[in-house]
């Protein structure tokens, strides 16, 4: 059974940083599509960020471009998201995904394995 687990969620200011981690376990990364996903409450699912296989093609949401970084180390089996100018927001629970092709469009029913989610709340 594939595996994704998430970590580095916790309550950070407005303004602050995190980066959420998505480790591997069970299979391979390698060929993998990931995307980052997040859920507010009361909201839809929505895609965050997604990168293909290799890290060649990168997409991000609008209110996503120029604060966060999505990037992989293929080598420690690990997605990262890197988010930055934290505003409340972004608060939810965020999910990364993958699916064995190597790109897919940042929308949740393209991704097939699931990680449980880590929450992030930005609040003062």
């Known amino acids: 059974q594939l595996q994704l687990v998430e970590s580095g969620g916790g309550l950070v200011q407005p303004g602050g940083s995190l980066r959420l981690s998505c480790a591997a376990s069970?299979?391979?990364?390698?060929?993998?599509?990931i995307g980052w996903f997040r859920q507010a409450p009361g909201k839809e699912r929505e895609g965050v960020s997604c990168?293909?296989?290799?890290?060649?093609?990168?997409n991000y949401a609008d209110y996503a471009k120029g604060r966060f970084t999505i990037s992989r180390d293929d080598a420690k089996n690990t997605v990262y998201l890197q988010m930055n100018s934290l505003k409340p927001e972004d608060t939810g629970v965020y999910y990364c995904?993958?699916?064995?092709?190597?790109?897919?469009?940042?929308?949740?029913?393209?991704?097939?394995?699931w990680g449980q989610g880590t929450q992030v709340t930005v609040s003062s």
């Open positions: 995904a993958a699916d064995p092709q190597s790109f897919r469009l940042c929308v949740p029913a393209k991704y097939g394995y």
């Open positions: 990168i293909s296989s290799g890290g060649g093609i990168t």
């Open positions: 069970k299979f391979t990364l390698d060929y993998y599509a």
